[in-house]
């Protein structure tokens, strides 16, 4: 939030021309969302490094985590459906890398292929969750933010992808 009897407190953004525009702290948020994400990617590697598993990307961790999330078989498409992921193909490798490692299995369920966590991946991702919560629960715990604002944040940057995404469709038909 910028203070305007403050010369110093200007929005931190990464794109001042866009930031000129009608609404600034939307670029503030953008700035935070490419820090966040990368910050985010960085964190996902290096725990799951430490939990075990070194050499994954963080699209491999999120689908090995959404693979395992209450254990239940995926089909390709939910899992592309819920992490918010156009391109199926991305995912599609990142399960095939995920069964060479032997932390996924696929199998056909009717005409469908369902994709599985192994022993060995629920292990990784028990062994990730410990160190998450030794790591970056206990830290983040010390900045203030309680359970329900970080939920009602949550929720708002649900709901600025739903804007997004119909942002992405309308420049898709120009």
Request: include cysteine; charged fraction near 20%; glycine fraction near 4%.
């Amino acid at each position: 939030m910028v203070d305007p009897t403050n010369e110093f407190n200007v929005p931190i953004v990464s794109s001042a021309h866009l930031a000129a525009g009608a609404m600034p702290a939307l670029s503030e948020f953008e700035f935070g969302s490419i820090i966040v994400a990368h910050a985010f990617d960085r964190w996902m590697v290096r725990c799951m490094a430490a939990a075990g598993v070194p050499d994954m990307s963080p699209i491999d961790v999120l689908v090995l985590h959404s693979v395992y999330h209450r254990n239940k078989p995926k089909r390709m498409a939910d899992i592309c459906l819920v992490l918010n992921i156009e391109d199926t193909h991305v995912v599609s490798y990142a399960i095939k890398k995920l069964a060479r490692l032997k932390l996924v299995a696929s199998h056909k369920q009717g005409k469908e292929k369902l994709v599985s966590v192994t022993a060995t991946g629920a292990r990784a991702c028990q062994r990730y969750h410990e160190i998450r919560e030794a790591l970056l629960v206990r830290s983040v715990g010390t900045i203030g933010l309680d359970q329900q604002s970080l939920s009602r944040i949550a929720a708002q940057m649900r709901a600025l992808s739903g804007h997004y995404d119909q942002a992405a469709r309308a420049a898709a038909s120009l």
